[in-house]
Each structure stands twice: as structure tokens, then as C-alpha cells.
């Protein structure tokens, strides 16, 4: 429950520094010096090709000796101690997470494993875990495991824009679909704990309201510059919204049952569902949420609206499981009110029958709002 504790501190953390502009990797030596010379370079093959041949090359021209370790593509405690092994036996002296979030969290856990500092350089603005001291772990089969804390966030986060616009169009629609949880969850657990383990500052829900003043003034059109490659202030904005915006938002501002509800959708054994990104599932999640928050009809609307116009799903058949089971969705509650699970900040009565009933009216609100458009 809430702040058993009485905890009475507020608690705001953050990067030491974040960096962002379609010029950042030709510079990333000048920004990376404080951290060290010799690098462990965290990146699958696909990302290696797109930025990690022109980053190595920067950070060689500028007396860097970058160690390669080739991210194996789950966030998993065996691939952190598999690469914390390399990142030993070469003798480096800080981590670079060059990828999306599920690279970040494995570079920001193999970093605290070998007691180095972290550098995260994001290929796409999909989550907002780049700037958080946690990760999000899950087993070998892609099934969440557990959240990992640190003790210190990033020392810098490095965001080229002109690596992030080429990557597909989805990837910045599922970060809207991340970032809109994070004003709508924060405000509904500002009397419980944070990630730090204290109460949100005034800052941290000013943080969280602005984000969510960017995706709605800026969402889409910044997708639809996404899709042209061109890098403009909406785009701009929006990257930063989905990474440094929501990234502080939801660490100092807290989560609730849309991540939860995410969290319990892994453990659904459906190949559709899988091939759905973090943000895309977090944004049903979201429309869960405002459900249990008893947001009205119109408000409900006004999110669909935004994720709709972006291409995220608002109903379980967009999720890719038309005919998933009653017995399914009350697994997926059970799982989302486990005893660790963050829906538990919400200072109400819940229990698994509520969240059930929760994601049966979410994908109903859902359908009924596609039928009203299909009706215009």
C-alpha cells in the first residue's frame, strides 16, 4: 500500500547530463571524455551497422579503445552476466548503451555489475528507460522477471536525432504510447513513493504534465515527420518528451496499473501479442488506468483520440488477441496485482476482480470509440 513507511522527503533523481541534437554522435568524444577512455560498447549487430561503425570511428579518432560486446536482444540476467565477463577481461572503464530500452537495461545493469559508470546513447525514442536508475528484466522467453535498482542514474544520455528519425515510424509512436502513462499514472499515486524511495516533488509533476502537453500538441505531427525523415521542432520535441521528459516523470513521479497491466500481459503465451512493442502495450494499459480512475467518456476520448491518430492500439484485437479468454484476462489481473507490482501505489481498494473488470471496460470503451469513428 501507499507510503507504509510515512516516508515525509520528497525525492527527484536524473541524468547528470543529457545531451540532444542531430549532431550528438560526431561529438560524442567531447561528451564521453569525463567517463573514461576505454569503453564497452553495448549494441545487437542491426544497430552496430546503423550507428555503431560511425560512433567507434568518432571515439577512436578522439583516442578512445572501444571494446565491442554484441547485445544477444533479451534483458535478461544471463545476457548482463555474459557481457559483464567481457566488459572484465578487456579492463574498461565505463559502459556506452548504443540501441533501444531493452539494450539500455541490460548496459545499465551490466555498468552497476562491473561498478563503472553508464552512457546511454538511444537509437530510437521508444521507451523512456534511457534515463532511469532501474531496469526492467525479463527471462530468457521474453516473460517479465523483475525491476533492478541502482543507485545512481546514467552519468550522461546521448540523443542523436538524426539516428532516431530513421528509425521506423512505430518506434516513436510506442514511446507516445510509454510517455502518455506517465502523467496519468503520476497523478494518481502523489501520496506514495517514487523510484527513490520518497515522495514526488512539485517539479517531477510539472515534469509530467508537460510531457503530456507535447504529445498531445505535437504527436502526431511528429510521426508523420518521422515517416518523411525530417528532423523538425515537433519531432524534436517529441523525442525529448518521450525520452528525458517521461524518463524523469515516471522515476520521480511513481507508476501504477498501466505498467503493472503491462507488465502481466508478458506472461499471456501468444505469439500475436508478443510482436507488440513495451509503449504499444502500456498504452491499453493507459485507457486501464483511466478506467479505474473513473475518467469519463470524454476524457477516455481525448487519449483514444491521440493514440489512434498515432497508430497504437486501444483494443485488445488491435493488441493481436481477438479471442483471448476470460481465464486469460483474469491471469493478467492476478499477475498485475502481485504483492510487488506498482498498481499497488493507488491509494484505493483493489483486487484481481476489479482489474479485470477494468481491462474488460478499457477494450469495451475501445471498440465503441472505433465504432463512432467508423460512423462519422
Known sequence: MPNVQRVTEKVFQSPSKYIQGPAA?????????????????????????????????ALEQGGFKVTRGVFGGEASNQEIQR?????????????????????????????????????????????????????VLY???????????????????????????????????????????????????????????????????????????????????????????????????????????????FESGGLAAAHAIYDAFTAIDDHNLHQFMHGEKVAFGTICQLILDGASTAELERYMELMRSVGLPITLAQLGIPNVTDEQLRSVARLACAPEETIWNLDRVLSDDIVFNAIKGADAAGRDYESKVAGR
Do not use: W
Not at 560526431?26 to 571524455?33: R, S, T, V
Not at 557481457?83 to 555498468?111: E, M, N, P, R, W
Not at 555489475?113 to 531496469?135: H, I, R, W, Y
Not at 502537453?213 to 505531427?221: A, C, N, S
Open 25 to 57: 554522435i560526431k561529438n560524442a568524444a567531447k561528451y564521453l571524455a569525463p567517463l573514461g577512455k576505454a569503453p564497452l560498447l553495448i549494441a545487437d549487430t542491426i544497430v552496430y551497422e546503423i550507428a555503431g561503425k560511425s560512433l567507434t570511428a
Open 83 to 135: 557481457l559483464s565477463v567481457i566488459g572484465q577481461s578487456s579492463g574498461v572503464d565505463f559502459v556506452i548503451a548504443l540501441g533501444g530500452g531493452k539494450t539500455s537495461d541490460t548496459a545499465k545493469a551490466t555498468a552497476d555489475q562491473l561498478k563503472l559508470e553508464v552512457a546511454v546513447l538511444p537509437t530510437t525514442a521508444s521507451t523512456d528507460a534511457p534515463c532511469s536508475a532501474l531496469s
Open 139 to 249: 527471462h530468457p522467453n521474453g516473460e517479465f522477471a523483475q525491476y533492478s535498482f541502482f543507485m545512481k542514474n546514467p552519468s550522461i544520455v546521448l540523443v542523436d536525432t538524426s539516428v532516431i528519425v530513421r528509425a521506423p515510424p512505430r518506434f516513436l509512436a510506442s514511446g507516445i504510447g510509454d510517455a502518455l502513462a506517465t502523467n496519468v499514472e503520476a497523478r494518481a499515486v502523489r501520496n506514495s513513493l517514487n523510484f527513490g524511495k520518497g515522495l514526488p516533488t512539485e517539479v517531477s509533476a510539472a515534469i509530467g504534465q508537460k510531457c503530456e502537453e507535447i504529445l498531445f500538441k505535437y504527436g502526431r505531427q511528429a510521426v508523420e515527420a518521422n515517416k518523411a525523415q525530417a528532423i523538425t521542432p515537433a519531432f524534436e520535441a517529441v523525442v525529448e518528451a518521450n525520452t528525458l521528459l517521461s524518463g524523469l516523470g
